[in-house]
C-alpha cells in the first residue's frame, strides 16, 4: 500500500501515571498495512510552524482501525501533544521503517521506558503466530511502567525497577546479564541510547542474535533529510534510521 | 484553472512550485503521498563528483518556526546518481534539475558535464552557497569574482537551464546577483540556508555537530523575501524565491516581491503534501482575484514612493 497521509482522529488520549500517555487515532490503512517496529510521524503543528517538526513514535498496538501509541511528556512536542483532545485531528503518515524481522531463535524482548511500545506490538505478534516468548520491561520506579497494564489482556511481561517498587530490583539488562539469555537467543530491543549500548554489549558477549530499534532525530521520516544518519560499523558512511532502520542488527552499527 | 505555468528563460514549467534541493532526495520519495503533477520541477539532493559520507551526528535541530541543519551534502556522487538513480527519476514525469556542488571549479565542470551528456535533465542549479563543507560551497557564492568564475565555467560546457543558489552570507546580492547574470546564469535562486547555531545549555554543547548549521524553515522567510527582492531588482534574469515556504501565501508573497517560481524546501518534512497544497492555493488565489496568469503579478510589490532609507 505504500505510505498514508491523512489527518487522523484521535480516539482516546489520556494520561496513566508520571506523564506517561496513552494516544489511540483512528487510521486504518496504516493499521492493516504495518508491521511491528515500524513508526508513524505526527504534526502536531500542521501550518503553525511551531514547534516545526513532526514527531516520530513507534505503534505499541495495532487494532483493525487504530493505532495505540505510549508518550512520555519530556518537551513542546509532547505536551502539545498532551493537550489533544479525542476527535481532533492530527496530521500523520506512515507505517514507515523497516520493523522487526522475526527469526525462528528464542525470542527475548528488552524494552526500557516507552521503548517497551514496539516490543508490545511484537509480543501480541509472537503470539499470533504461537511464539514463545519473553517480554522484560524496564524503569525507574513502579509508576513507570504502569502503562503495561493496559495492555495486560495480551502481552504477559516481566519487569525490573531501580527502586524494586515493582519485578525485580535493578536494570532490564540484568535480566540478560543474570544467565537467562544464552547463544541460542534472539533480543529484540527498544529504549534509551544508554540502554540499547548495554543490550548490544551483553548480547556479544553471550553470542546471541540482537536487533535494537534506535531513536535519532528525524525531521521528514521518508529518507530526504538525512538528518537520521546511524554510523555503520563495518563500513564508512551511514544507515537511514527511518527507512534502513529504525531496527539494526547490533552488530552493523555504531551507537 | 488559472494558469500557473511558468517560463524561466527558455525552460517552461508546468507549475511555478519547485521541490528545493535537500528536501525531495532524490525525487522518488514522494510518490505514494504526493500528486507529482503538480510540481513544477524536482530540484536534486546536491551531486557532488565523489561520493561524501556528509558529517557526523547530530546533524539536525529544532529551533523556533524553524530547524538547523548540517548535512554536509551526503551523496552518492554523479556516477552513482547518473547510472542508478537518474533512470529510476526520468520517469517521473517532472523537469529534473540537478544540485551541483563542486569543492573546485573543475569540479564543478566536471559534474555539469556529466549531468549534461544524459540529455535526462532540465537544467542545473549550482550550489554554491552551501554552508556546511569545508571546501567550496559558499566561499564561491559569498564573493562575486569567484561566483562569476565558476558559472561562465559551468556555463561553457552546458545549454541546459542554468540556475546559481545565492547565499544569504553574500555581502551585497546586487553584486552576486550581477556577477551570475553576467557570467551567462538563466536564473538565480535565493535563498540558501543561513548559518545559525544552538547550543544546550546543560551540557554547553552546540546542538550541530559541526558548531553551526543552516536555519531554514519559517523563521527564514522574510530574510529571503527581502532577499529575492533586491536580487530581481538588479537583474533581468527570472528568480526563484526559496525560503520558509509553506503555504500558498508565503509563495505568493515571493512571487510578489520579485520571484517568477518558488521552492518549497522544509515544508516537505513538516507536511509531505505542501508542494500540492501550494500549487492548489495559488492557482486559487489567482481565481479568486481574476489575476489570468500568474507572471502578471512577478514583481509587483507596490513599494512605498519614500522608502528610501533617509
Ligand atoms: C523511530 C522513533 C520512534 C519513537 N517512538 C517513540 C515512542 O513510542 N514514544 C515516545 O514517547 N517517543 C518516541 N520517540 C521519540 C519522539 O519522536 C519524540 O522525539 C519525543 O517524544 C520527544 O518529545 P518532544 O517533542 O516533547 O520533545 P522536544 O523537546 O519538543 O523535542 C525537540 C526536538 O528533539 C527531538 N527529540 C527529542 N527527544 C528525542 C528522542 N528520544 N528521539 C529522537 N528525537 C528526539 C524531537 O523530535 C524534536 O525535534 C521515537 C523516536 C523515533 C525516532
Ligand atoms: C536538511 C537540508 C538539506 C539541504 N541540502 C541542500 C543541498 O544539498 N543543496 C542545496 O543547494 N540546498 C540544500 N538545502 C537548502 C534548501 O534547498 C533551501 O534553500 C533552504 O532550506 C531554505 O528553504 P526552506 O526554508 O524552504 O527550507 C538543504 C536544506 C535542508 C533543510
Ligand atoms: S528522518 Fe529524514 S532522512 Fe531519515
Known amino acids: 500500500m505504500g505510505v498514508v497521509l491523512e489527518a487522523s482522529e484521535i480516539v482516546k488520549n489520556y494520561e496513566i501515571s ?41 505503534m ?10 505510549i508518550y512520555r511528556v519530556v518537551g513542546r512536542g509532547t505536551g502539545l501533544l498532551s493537550e489533544k483532545r479525542p476527535g481532533d485531528r492530527v496530521h500523520v503518515w506512515g507505517p514507515l521503517g523497516n520493523g522487526f524481522t522475526i527469526t525462528d531463535r528464542k525470542a527475548v524482548l528488552i524494552g526500557g521506558g516507552t521503548g517497551a511500545a514496539p516490543l508490545i506490538d511484537l509480543s501480541e505478534e509472537m503470539s499470533r503466530r504461537g511464539m514463545d516468548h519473553t517480554l522484560v520491561c524496564g524503569g525507574r520506579t513502579a509508576g513507570d511502567l504502569k502503562f503495561m497494564d493496559e495492555f495486560s489482556d495480551v502481552v504477559k511481561y516481566s519487569a525490573y525497577t531501580e527502586d524494586g517498587s515493582l519485578g525485580e530490583k535493578g536494570f532490564v539488562t540484568d535480566y540478560i546479564s543474570n544467565g537467562n539469555v544464552g547463544a541460542e537467543a534472539a533480543i529484540y530491543s527498544c529504549g534509551p541510547m544508554g ?47 527511518c527507512t534502513d532502520g529504525p531496527v539494526f542488527d547490533s552488530k552493523e552499527v555504531v551507537i | 484553472m488559472a494558469d500557473i505555468s511558468v517560463k524561466l528563460g527558455a525552460l517552461e514549467l508546468p507549475s511555478p512550485v519547485m521541490a528545493a534541493s535537500g528536501t525531495f532526495g532524490f525525487g ?59 533512470p529510476q527519476v526520468k520517469g517521473l514525469g517532472v523537469p529534473i534539475i540537478v544540485n551541483v556542488f563542486g569543492e573546485t571549479v573543475e569540479e564543478y565542470v566536471r559534474v555539469a558535464e556529466m549531468i549534461q551528456s544524459t540529455g535526462a535533465v532540465a537544467g542545473v542549479e549550482l550550489n554554491v552557497s552551501c554552508p556546511n563543507v569545508k571546501c567550496g560551497g559558499i566561499h564561491f557564492g559569498a564573493n562575486p569574482e569567484m561566483l562569476h568564475e565558476v558559472t561562465k565555467a559551468v556555463r561553457e560546457v552546458t545549454d541546459l537551464h542554468l540556475m546559481v543558489k545565492l547565499s544569504p552570507e553574500a555581502a551585497v546580492i546586487e553584486a552576486v546577483s550581477n556577477a551570475a547574470e553576467q557570467a551567462g546564469a538563466d536564473s538565480l535562486s535565493a535563498i540558501n540556508t543561513i548559518r545559525g547555531m544552538s547550543i544546550n545549555i546543560e551540557t554547553r554543547k552546540p546542538r550541530i555537530a559541526t558548531t553551526t548549521g543552516g536555519l531554514s ?13 533586491e536580487a530581481s531588482r538588479s537583474v533581468s534574469i527570472p528568480v526563484v524565491g526559496i525560503g520558509g515556504i509553506s503555504t500558498a501565501m508565503d509563495a505568493i508573497e515571493f512571487i510578489i516581491a520579485g520571484a517568477s517560481a518558488v521552492q518549497v524546501g522544509t515544508a516537505n518534512y513538516t507536511n509531505p503534501r505542501a508542494c500540492e497544497e501550494i500549487a492548489d492555493g495559488i492557482a486559487v488565489y489567482l481565481e479568486e482575484r481574476d489575476i489570468p496568469k500568474l507572471s502578471d503579478i512577478v514583481g509587483s510589490v507596490e513599494v512605498y514612493e519614500d522608502y528610501t532609507l533617509k
Open chain 1, 18 to 58: 508520571n506523564g506517561f500517555y496513552i494516544l489511540e487515532v483512528f487510521s486504518p490503512d496504516i493499521a492493516r498495512s504495518s508491521a511491528p517496529g515500524q513508526f508513524i510521524m505526527i504534526n502536531l503543528s500542521h501550518l503553525h510552524n511551531d514547534p516545526l517538526l513532526p514527531r516520530a513514535y513507534s
Open chain 1, 195 to 241: 540502554m540499547l549500548r548495554r543490550v548490544s554489549e551483553l548480547a556479544a558477549e553471550k553470542g546471541a542474535e540482537c536487533q535494537i530499534s534506535i531513536e535519532t532525530p528525524m525531521a521528514c521520516g521518508l529518507g530526504t533529510c538525512l538528518g537520521c544518519a546511524v554510523p555503520k560499523r563495518n563500513s564508512k558512511g551511514y544507515y537511514k534510521a
Open chain 2, 28 to 86: 522518488l520519495e514522494y510518490r505514494d503521498v504526493l500528486d507529482y503533477n503538480k510540481l513544477g520541477a524536482i530540484v536534486t539532493k546536491g551531486v557532488s563528483l565523489k561520493p561524501r559520507e556528509g558529517n557526523p551526528m547530530p546533524r539536525i535541530v529544532e529551533t523556533p518556526c524553524g530547524m538547523l541543519n548540517s548535512i554536509g551534502l551526503q551523496n552518492p556522487g554523479v556516477e552513482s546518481f547518473v547510472g542508478d538513480l537518474l
Open chain 1, 60 to 69: 505499541a498496538r495495532r487494532t483493525t482501525e487504530t493505532l495505540v501509541f
Open chain 2, 217 to 229: 524553515g519559517p523563521a527564514l522567510k522574510p530574510l529571503a523575501v527581502r532577499m529575492v527582492w
